[in-house]
């Protein structure tokens, strides 16, 4: 069964850090590009970054460039997301999501339950 | 506002069909494969449609969706009080090299 297992969130305050993991299970993790989407409370999804299977392409949300950081460590079946610079505005809960089969890297397959981020003094 | 325009809200009766709409550009719904993902009060998005018309295994028929250049639509069918939910069309945005979803439309089954 896919697994996808958001932690690392909590309330800090506003241009404060966090490091939010995404540990996956039960599939090759090092096959598949997996993404973070964020969901600001009563608000829609907003797609944040990606990372390819080896963890050379990255991409990010002009919201979030300069500021967040995405990274694997395969060994660990495991996805980093590096949030610096917080804005009361990045308050959300943040999802954890892999690719639908190894050849997509754009359609979203599987979903975390995610996890909540406030940014508030 | 989000490069994929939805409608905020749609509604039907019970056993009824509804459609909604995704409308954006040659840049992402024009030149790319299109996504729907419902969204359950409470829960995580759940991916209902992608490469424009196919459904995962488990989804069932009653849900469909097309693709005719710059727009898509996902058409839900047999409408249940189950199926009240928030429902997104996602993409890939080839000029923006993003994920892109719409706003997002609120589906309630009366």
């Known amino acids: 069964e896919v697994q996808l297992v958001e932690s690392g969130g909590g309330l800090v305050q506003p241009g404060g850090s966090l490091r939010l993991s995404c540990a996956a299970s039960?599939?090759?993790?090092?096959?598949?590009?997996i993404h973070w989407v964020r969901q600001a409370p009563g608000k829609g999804l907003v797609w944040v970054s990606r990372i390819n299977r080896d963890g050379s392409t990255t991409n990010y949300a002009d919201s979030v460039k300069g500021r967040f950081t995405i990274s694997r460590d395969n060994a660990k079946n495991t996805v980093y997301l590096q949030v610096n610079s917080l804005r009361a505005e990045d308050t959300a809960l943040y999802y954890c999501a892999r690719g639908l089969s190894e050849s997509y890297t754009y359609t979203l397959g599987y979903w975390g339950q995610g996890s909540l981020v406030t940014v508030s003094s | 506002q989000s490069v994929l325009t939805q409608p905020p809200s749609v509604s039907a009766a019970p056993g009824q069909k509804v459609t909604i709409s995704c409308s954006g550009s040659s840049s992402n719904i024009g030149n790319n494969y299109v996504s729907w993902y419902q969204q359950l009060p409470g829960t995580a998005p759940k991916l209902l449609i992608y490469?424009?018309?196919k459904r995962p295994s488990g989804i069932p028929d009653r849900f469909s969706g097309s693709k005719s250049g710059t727009s898509a639509t996902l058409g839900i069918t047999g409408l249940q009080t189950g199926d009240e939910a928030d429902y997104y069309c996602g993409t890939w945005d080839s000029s923006l090299s993003a994920v892109m979803f719409g706003g997002g439309t609120k589906l309630s089954v009366l």
């Open positions: 039960g599939f090759t993790f090092s096959n598949y590009w």
């Open positions: 490469d424009n018309n």
